[in-house]
C-alpha cells in the first residue's frame, strides 16, 4: 500500500470515529437532558449536560482534524499532522472542565441534602432505563474507537476514546445513583457522582500528558532505539549507532541518527552505508517520514581537520 493511500485511509477511519461519537452524543444529549427533567433525576441530567460539553469539543476536534489534513508547505516541511496532538488538548483541557464541574455540582448537592434546602426526590424508571442505555451505547463506541486508534495511531483518536471511557463511569454513577435515590437513599446520586469526577479528573491530566508528550518531542522510547539499533547494526559497514533522535508530527515520525563507520573509507564509502541504513529503517518502522543520518570515523586515529583548526588573520 502506497503512503498516500495509507494516509487517505487513516484520514477516513479518523473522521469516522469522529462523526460516529458526533452524532452519538448529539442524540445522547437530547434524550437525558429531556428525559432528566421530565423524570425528575438531577444525576441523568447533569449526564445530559456532559454529553452536550462532548459535542462541542467534538466539533472541535472535526476542525482540528481537517486543518491537519493540509499538505506540506514551506512553513511546514513536515506537514500539519501536530494538529492532533493539539486537538487532544483540547479534549483534555474540556475533559478536565468537566469533571471539576461534576464535582462542584455533587459537593452543592449533598450539602443541600444535609442542610435540608433540597428536598430528596425519586426518579421515574424511566431515567435509569436511559442511564442503561447510555453505558451500553458508550461501551460499543469505545471499543470501536479504540480499534480505530490502533489502526492509525491518532493522538485525538486515542482522546476520544478515553471520552467515551469516561461516559461510561458518569452514566454509571448516574445509574447508580438513581437507584440508590429509588431505594431511599438519596445520598448516593451525589456521592457517586463525585467519585466519578475524580476518575475523569485523572483521565483528563492522562490525555494532556500523552499529547504534550508528543509536541515536545520526547526522546523516543526504548521499544524503538532498541530496533533501530538492531536494524542498523545488522548492516555491514556500521560500527556503533551512537545518538537517536526521534522528532513525532501528529503519528509520523522523523530520526536523526548519529552512525560510526570505519574511518578508511571513502565519502562515497559513507554515503553507500547511509543511504543503506535509510532504506532498511523506511521499510521496517511504520510510519516513519523521513531519516537524517551523519556519519563520521570511528575507533581509528583521525586526522586533524584544517578547517576546525585556529586561524591567523594571515591565513585568510
Known amino acids: 500500500?502506497?503512503?498516500?493511500?495509507?494516509?487517505?485511509?487513516?484520514?477516513?477511519?479518523?473522521?469516522?470515529?469522529?462523526n460516529l461519537g458526533l452524532w452519538s452524543n448529539i442524540g445522547l444529549a437530547a434524550l437525558k437532558t429531556a428525559i432528566g427533567i421530565i423524570g425528575g433525576s438531577s444525576a441523568l441530567l447533569a449526564d445530559g449536560?456532559?454529553?452536550?460539553?462532548?459535542?462541542?469539543?467534538?466539533?472541535?476536534?472535526?476542525?482540528?482534524?481537517?486543518?491537519?489534513?493540509?499538505?506540506?508547505?514551506?512553513e511546514h516541511p513536515f506537514g500539519h499532522s501536530q494538529l492532533e496532538s493539539i486537538?487532544?488538548?483540547?479534549?483534555?483541557?474540556?475533559?478536565?472542565?468537566?469533571?471539576?464541574?461534576?464535582?462542584?455540582?455533587?459537593?452543592?448537592?449533598?450539602?443541600?441534602?444535609?442542610?435540608?434546602?433540597?428536598?430528596?426526590?425519586?426518579?421515574?424508571?424511566?431515567?435509569?432505563?436511559?442511564?442503561?442505555?447510555?453505558?451500553?451505547?458508550?461501551?460499543?463506541?469505545?471499543?470501536i474507537t479504540l480499534n480505530i486508534k490502533r489502526q492509525t495511531g491518532n493522538a485525538a483518536i486515542a482522546a476520544l476514546a478515553?471520552?467515551?471511557?469516561?461516559?461510561?463511569?458518569?452514566?454509571?454513577?448516574?445509574?447508580?445513583?438513581i437507584f440508590l435515590a429509588r431505594s431511599?437513599?438519596?445520598?448516593?446520586?451525589?456521592?457517586?457522582?463525585?467519585?466519578?469526577?475524580?476518575?475523569?479528573?485523572?483521565?483528563?491530566?492522562?490525555i494532556i500528558q500523552d499529547a504534550s508528550a508528543d509536541l515536545m518531542d520526547n526522546v523516543p522510547s526504548k521499544e524503538l532505539a532498541a530496533q533501530v539499533n538492531d536494524l542498523l547494526m545488522s548492516l555491514p559497514g556500521i560500527i556503533r549507532v551512537e545518538e537517536v533522535y526521534a522528532h513525532r508530527f501528529g503519528p509520523y515520525l522523523v530520526l536523526s541518527i548519529t552512525i560510526g563507520i570505519d574511518g578508511s573509507l571513502s565519502v562515497l564509502g559513507g554515503d553507500r552505508i547511509s543511504s543503506e541504513a535509510e532504506r532498511i529503517l523506511m521499510e521496517n518502522i511504520p510510519l516513519l517520514r523521513r531519516v537524517h543520518i551523519h556519519y563520521h570515523p570511528y575507533g581509528i586515529q583521525q586526522v586533524p581537520d584544517p578547517y576546525t583548526q585556529p586561524r591567523s588573520v594571515t591565513d585568510w
Open 49 to 74: 449536560i456532559n454529553s452536550t460539553s462532548d459535542v462541542a469539543y467534538y466539533i472541535v476536534v472535526r476542525v482540528f482534524m481537517q486543518m491537519a489534513r493540509k499538505p506540506a508547505d514551506r
Open 162 to 177: 478515553y471520552d467515551h471511557r469516561n461516559d461510561i463511569f458518569s452514566a454509571s454513577a448516574a445509574a447508580i445513583g
Open 87 to 143: 486537538a487532544a488538548v483540547v479534549v483534555g483541557a474540556f475533559v478536565i472542565t468537566t469533571a471539576v464541574g461534576i464535582f462542584w455540582g455533587a459537593v452543592n448537592e449533598v450539602f443541600n441534602l444535609i442542610t435540608g434546602q433540597t428536598e430528596p426526590n425519586s426518579a421515574a424508571l424511566i431515567t435509569l432505563v436511559v442511564a442503561l442505555l447510555t453505558i451500553v451505547l458508550k461501551l460499543a463506541l469505545m471499543f
Open 1 to 18: 500500500m502506497s503512503e498516500s493511500t495509507d494516509a487517505r485511509r487513516r484520514e477516513v477511519l479518523s473522521l469516522r470515529a469522529v
Open 184 to 206: 431511599g437513599l438519596p445520598l448516593g446520586d451525589p456521592v457517586a457522582g463525585a467519585l466519578v469526577a475524580l476518575l475523569i479528573l485523572r483521565t483528563g491530566i492522562k
